[in-house]
C-alpha cells in the first residue's frame, strides 16, 4: 500500500467523521436507494452469499442485498446511521448486521466475504490505495467487488467542488470523485483483481426548486453543514446562492420540480479465483 508520510490520515479522517456525522444523512442516503439495487444486479448477487457493505451509511446496498437473500454485515463509521439501517432491516424483517468499522481498518477476516460493497461511500477515505486493498482482503477468491463512484463531471462532483472553493479540502488527500474515473480504479484495482466491469450511470436527484435543494442538504447533508458552521455570513451567503445557481443551470426538468442528474461509475470487480 502507497501512502503519503506527509499526509495525516487520521487527523483528516476524524475531520471527515465529523462532516459524515452532522446533519443526518439519512434523509438524503433513502433518496437513492435505486442506487443499491441496481449494484446488487450489476453484481448479480446469489441468495445466501455473504454480503459486507463498507461505509453503508442507512444501508442502500445492505438493504438491496438483504432483499435479494444474502446474508449482510454492514459497516460505517458513524454509528447513528447504522442505528437508521437497523431501523430500515427491522421494517422489512430483514436480518442485517451492523459493525461500527473504519473501511481502511476493516475487522473481518481475510476472504470472508462473497461480495463486497460500496455505494459512494468507501470513495470519500483518505488513504484510498489503503481502503482499495482491504476491499480486495476481505473479498473471497472468486469473490465480487460492487462499486457506486460519482464522476469529476457529475452534479455532486460540482457541488463537492463549489463547496471545496469555500472550504478547501486537506491538503495531500486525492479527490473521491477520482473513484468515478476508468485511470483511477485500474490504479487501485488493476494488480488486485482478475476483471473490472465499468458502466457509467445516473442518478437523479429530485426537489422542488433549486431553494429546496440547498434548504435540504444545509440540513442534512453533513459536509456542507460543517462547510457553512466554519463560513462567516458573507460567506455562507455566497455559497448557498452558488449551490442554487449550480443546480439551477443543472436542472433537466421538463415537467416541473427540479431535476439534478448525477452521473456515476458502477463497477464491478472479480477477484482471482
Ligand atoms: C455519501 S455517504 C453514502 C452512504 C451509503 N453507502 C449510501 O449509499 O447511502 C458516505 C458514507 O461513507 C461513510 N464513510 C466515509 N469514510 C468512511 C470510513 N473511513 N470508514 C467508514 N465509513 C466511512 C460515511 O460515514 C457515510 O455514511
Given at each position: 500500500?502507497t501512502t503519503?508520510?506527509?499526509v495525516?490520515?487520521?487527523?483528516?479522517?476524524?475531520r471527515?467523521?465529523?462532516n459524515w456525522?452532522?446533519g443526518?444523512y439519512?434523509?438524503?442516503?433513502?433518496?437513492l436507494?435505486?442506487?443499491?439495487?441496481?449494484l446488487?444486479?450489476a453484481?448479480?448477487?446469489?441468495c445466501?452469499?455473504q454480503?459486507?457493505?463498507v461505509a453503508?451509511?442507512?444501508?442502500?446496498a445492505?438493504?438491496?442485498a438483504?432483499?435479494?437473500?444474502c446474508e449482510?454485515?454492514?459497516?460505517?463509521?458513524v454509528?447513528a446511521?447504522?442505528d437508521?439501517?437497523?431501523e430500515?432491516?427491522a421494517?422489512e424483517?430483514?436480518?442485517?448486521?451492523?459493525?461500527?468499522?473504519?473501511?481502511?481498518?476493516?475487522?473481518?477476516?481475510?476472504?470472508?466475504f462473497?461480495?463486497?460493497?460500496?455505494?459512494f461511500?468507501?470513495?470519500f477515505?483518505?488513504?484510498?490505495?489503503?481502503?482499495?486493498?482491504e476491499?480486495v482482503?476481505?473479498?473471497?477468491?472468486g469473490?465480487?467487488?460492487?462499486?457506486?463512484?460519482?464522476?469529476?463531471?457529475?452534479f455532486?462532483?460540482?457541488?463537492l467542488?463549489t463547496?471545496?472553493?469555500y472550504?478547501?479540502?486537506?491538503?495531500?488527500?486525492?479527490?473521491?470523485l477520482?473513484?468515478?474515473t476508468?485511470?483511477r480504479?485500474?490504479?487501485?484495482?488493476?494488480?488486485?483483481?482478475?476483471?473490472?466491469?465499468?458502466t457509467?450511470r445516473?442518478?437523479?436527484?429530485?426537489?422542488?426548486?433549486?431553494?429546496?435543494f440547498?434548504?435540504?442538504?444545509?440540513?442534512?447533508?453533513?459536509?456542507l453543514?460543517?462547510?457553512?458552521?466554519?463560513?462567516?455570513?458573507?460567506?455562507?451567503?455566497a455559497?448557498?446562492?452558488?449551490?442554487?445557481?449550480?443546480?439551477?443551470?443543472?436542472?433537466?426538468?421538463?415537467?416541473?420540480g427540479?431535476?439534478?442528474?448525477s452521473?456515476?461509475?458502477?463497477v464491478?470487480?472479480?477477484?482471482?479465483?
Amino acid at each position: 500500500v502507497t501512502t503519503d508520510p506527509s499526509v495525516d490520515y487520521d487527523a483528516i479522517k476524524q475531520r471527515h467523521k465529523g462532516n459524515w456525522s452532522a446533519g443526518d444523512y439519512a434523509v438524503i442516503g433513502t433518496t437513492l436507494q435505486i442506487v443499491g439495487e441496481s449494484l446488487c444486479e450489476a453484481v448479480d448477487v446469489a441468495c445466501g452469499w455473504q454480503v459486507i457493505d463498507v461505509a453503508a451509511g442507512n444501508g442502500n446496498a445492505s438493504l438491496a442485498a438483504a432483499r435479494r437473500g444474502c446474508e449482510v454485515l454492514a459497516t460505517d463509521y458513524v454509528t447513528a446511521l447504522l442505528d437508521h439501517l437497523r431501523e430500515r432491516a427491522a421494517a422489512e424483517r430483514l436480518p442485517i448486521e451492523t459493525r461500527t468499522e473504519d473501511a481502511e481498518a476493516l475487522n473481518v477476516p481475510d476472504d470472508s466475504f462473497d461480495a463486497v460493497l460500496s455505494t459512494f461511500g468507501v470513495s470519500f477515505t483518505p488513504n484510498q490505495e489503503r481502503a482499495a486493498s482491504e476491499l480486495v482482503r476481505v473479498c473471497r477468491p472468486g469473490g465480487r467487488i460492487g462499486l457506486a463512484n460519482w464522476t469529476p463531471d457529475s452534479f455532486v462532483g460540482h457541488m463537492l467542488r463549489t463547496i471545496g472553493t469555500y472550504v478547501p479540502p486537506p491538503t495531500g488527500v486525492r479527490s473521491p470523485l477520482e473513484w468515478g474515473t476508468d485511470a483511477r480504479l485500474v490504479e487501485l484495482f488493476g494488480d488486485q483483481v482478475a476483471d473490472l466491469q465499468v458502466t457509467e450511470r445516473e442518478f437523479v436527484f429530485r426537489f422542488r426548486s433549486p431553494a429546496h435543494f440547498v434548504e435540504v442538504f444545509r440540513t442534512y447533508y453533513g459536509p456542507l453543514v460543517m462547510a457553512l458552521e466554519t463560513l462567516d455570513d458573507e460567506g455562507r451567503a455566497a455559497l448557498q446562492a452558488d449551490l442554487v445557481e449550480l443546480a439551477r443551470r443543472s436542472d433537466t426538468a421538463r415537467a416541473g420540480g427540479l431535476r439534478l442528474p448525477s452521473a456515476y461509475l458502477e463497477v464491478v470487480a472479480t477477484t482471482a479465483s
